[in-house]
Nanobody, 119 residues
Framework: QVQLVESGGGLVQAGGSLRLSCAASGIIFSINDMGWYRQAPGKQRELVAVITSGGSTNYADSVKGRFTISRDKNTVYLQMNSLKPEDTAVYYC???????????????WGQGTQVTVSS
C-alpha cells in the first residue's frame, strides 16, 4: 500500500558529504512525521533526525550541527556533512502515514541504504 524508497547512500571519505532522499508513494492521505534512523553492525537502530508535517525538527546529539533534515511534501532528505567513520551504518527512512481521512497513522519503513565513511 505504501512504499518508502531511499537513495543517495554510498562510500565517502571522512569529512565528506552525502545527501539521502526518501520518497513515499502509494495510498497516502496524509503523512505526519518523517525521519531517518540508522543501524550500525552489532548495534541497535537509533534515531538520527525527524521532521514533522509542520517543519519542526529533532536531531540525535551525535549529528547536531552536521546533518540537516528537510522535507518536500512526501519526500524527506538528509544532508550529511562533515561525515565521520562512526556515521557508517544502514540508514532507514520512516514515516507515519494515514491512508484515509479518519484512520490512525501507521509506521512504514524503507529498505535501507548503506552509508560508509572511510577514515
Amino acid at each position: 500500500q505504501v512504499q518508502l524508497v531511499e537513495s543517495g547512500g554510498g562510500l565517502v571519505q571522512a569529512g565528506g558529504s552525502l545527501r539521502l532522499s526518501c520518497a513515499a508513494s502509494g495510498i497516502i492521505f496524509s503523512i505526519n512525521d518523517m525521519g531517518w534512523y540508522r543501524q550500525a553492525p552489532g548495534k541497535q537502530r537509533e534515531l538520527v533526525a525527524v521532521i514533522t508535517s509542520g517543519g519542526s525538527t529533532n536531531y540525535a546529539d551525535s549529528v547536531k550541527g552536521r546533518f540537516t533534515i528537510s522535507r518536500d511534501k512526501n519526500t524527506v532528505y538528509l544532508q550529511m556533512n562533515s561525515l565521520k567513520p562512526e556515521d557508517t551504518a544502514v540508514y532507514y527512512c520512516n514515516a507515519g502515514v494515514q491512508i484515509n481521512g479518519y484512520g490512525s497513522y501507521s509506521r512504514y519503513w524503507g529498505q535501507g541504504t548503506q552509508v560508509t565513511v572511510s577514515s
